[in-house]
Structure formats: structure tokens, C-alpha cells
């Protein structure tokens, strides 16, 4: 499929190139990586330029990942990254670590989600899914209406292939009226 291309009402979503191959290098060394995504270890400028000249767009010919960057401006620079995965229509996020803190990957988020459930035939629900103690993760899930759904076989592959702990959620076409709460075992109350 043609890459797609999502407004907010601060962001742009659009497809990643090889011009952002040096932001996605540097942010891709943030610690928080090792320990939580299954992105290569360490990260380099190579790892960097294959996925955006050659995953990102044969992922989204394919239709098996759709990728977008995440900037606050058309033609602006990357500041994260978004993705949706064929496969059990499963999110996954990351922002780079200067721009944490301003709600931008909920807002990112929640239009890919919307997006999805409207455009992408076969989306009844989207699905999240993240290391157990991702926190800051699961924020974002919450705050973008995800209905916690971890159980305590819920796992996550891990970098080696071995299932790790995982969380999960998912949300529909809107939040479950249950959905801020349901997160209370993991989150505690929302503040
Ligand atoms: C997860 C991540 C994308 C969050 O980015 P962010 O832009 O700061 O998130 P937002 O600003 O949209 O925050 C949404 C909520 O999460 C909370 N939050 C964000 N980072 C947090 C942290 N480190 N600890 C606790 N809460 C956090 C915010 O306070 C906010 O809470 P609220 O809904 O109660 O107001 C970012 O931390 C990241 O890139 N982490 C590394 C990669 C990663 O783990 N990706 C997810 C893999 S499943």
C-alpha cells in the first residue's frame, strides 16, 4: 500500500527517510532501548539506514508494518517514531528522549489508532503490548483509551528471542467504558 500521511493537531506523521537517518541513530541509543525495545544493540548509523531505506518502505508496500516519523512540522525534523504491524494490528512507539513529556505520543497515538479502525480494512481492535514495567508506556496506552488486557501469561519476545513478561491492551473504535480503570492493577489510580 501508499504510505499514508496523519495530522494532529501539533504533529505530522509521515513517511521516515534516509534524510533522518542521523536522528534515528542517536535516538536509538538511548538506554531505555536495550532494556525495552527488540531494536539492534548497540545501534548504529547502518541499522539506522537499512530501516529507513529498506524496511520502512518494503514494510509499507507490503502492507505487513506501516512506519511513520513523528515531527511537529511537514518537512520538519524526526522526533519519533510510530508503527502498526499487520500482524495482530500491534502498535509500537518510541520518541526521542529531548521531546518526552509533552503528550506527543499519545497524540500520535491516538490517530493512528482512528486512522486504522476507519481506513485499514480488517481493524476491529489495536493492540499494544510491552515489557512488564514499561510504565511510561503504559501511560501513553491509558491515555490513549487502551483497555488493559495483561493476564499473567501476557509475554513479549525479548532481543535473543526468548518470551519475556509482557503487558498488553487494546482498544476499539473508542475507549471500553472500563478502560482508565482497568489499568489500576498495573498503574495504580490515574492521577
Ligand atoms: C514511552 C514513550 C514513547 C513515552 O513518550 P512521551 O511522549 O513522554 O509520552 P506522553 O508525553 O504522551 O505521556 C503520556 C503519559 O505517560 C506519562 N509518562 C511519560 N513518560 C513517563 C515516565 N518515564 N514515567 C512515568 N510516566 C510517564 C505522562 O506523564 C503521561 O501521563 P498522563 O496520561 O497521566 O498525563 C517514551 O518514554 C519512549 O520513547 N520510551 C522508550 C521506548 C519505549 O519504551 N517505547 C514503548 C515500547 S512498547
Redesign the pocket.
Same mark, same amino acid.
Given at each position: 500500500m501508499l504510505p499514508v500521511e496523519l495530522r494532529t493537531a501539533r504533529l505530522v506523521l509521515d513517511l521516515p527517510v534516509e534524510d533522518d537517518v542521523e536522528r534515528v541513530a542517536r535516538?536509538c541509543q538511548?538506554p %531505555?532501548?536495550e532494556?525495552? %525495545?527488540t531494536t539492534p544493540w548497540p545501534y548504529t548509523e547502518a541499522h539506522a539506514r537499512g530501516f529507513l531505506t529498506e524496511h520502512v518502505p518494503s514494510a509499507w508496500q507490503s502492507g505487513s508494518e506501516l512506519t511513520w516519523a513523528i515531527r511537529t512540522e511537514s518537512g520538519g525534523r524526526l522526533i *519519533?517514531v510510530i508503527s502498526l504491524r499487520a500482524a495482530g494490528r500491534e &502498535? *509500537?512507539? $518510541? =520518541? *526521542?528522549?529531548e521531546? +518526552? *513529556?509533552?503528550?506527543?505520543?499519545? /497524540? @500520535? =497515538?491516538g490517530a493512528v489508532c482512528a486512522w486504522a479502525v476507519e481506513h485499514w480494512p480488517g481493524t476491529e481492535t489495536v493492540t $499494544? +503490548? @510491552? #515489557?512488564a514495567g #514499561? &510504565? !511510561?508506556? !503504559?501511560? &501513553? @496506552? +491509558? !491515555?490513549?483509551g487502551f483497555r488493559n488486557t495483561t493476564t499473567a501469561t501476557t509475554t &513479549?519476545p525479548g532481543r535473543d528471542g526468548a518470551e519475556l513478561e509482557g503487558w498488553s491492551g487494546e482498544r476499539g473504535r473508542i475507549p471500553a467504558a472500563d478502560a482508565v480503570e482497568s489499568w489500576v492493577p498495573l498503574l495504580g489510580g490515574? /492521577?
Open positions: 535516538y538511548d %531505555l532501548f532494556q525495552f %525495545l *519519533g &502498535v *509500537g512507539y $518510541w =520518541l *526521542g528522549d521531546h +518526552r *513529556g509533552s503528550a506527543y505520543t499519545t /497524540e @500520535a =497515538l $499494544w +503490548r @510491552a #515489557n #514499561n &510504565v !511510561a508506556s !503504559a501511560m &501513553v @496506552a +491509558r !491515555a490513549a &513479549v490515574a /492521577e
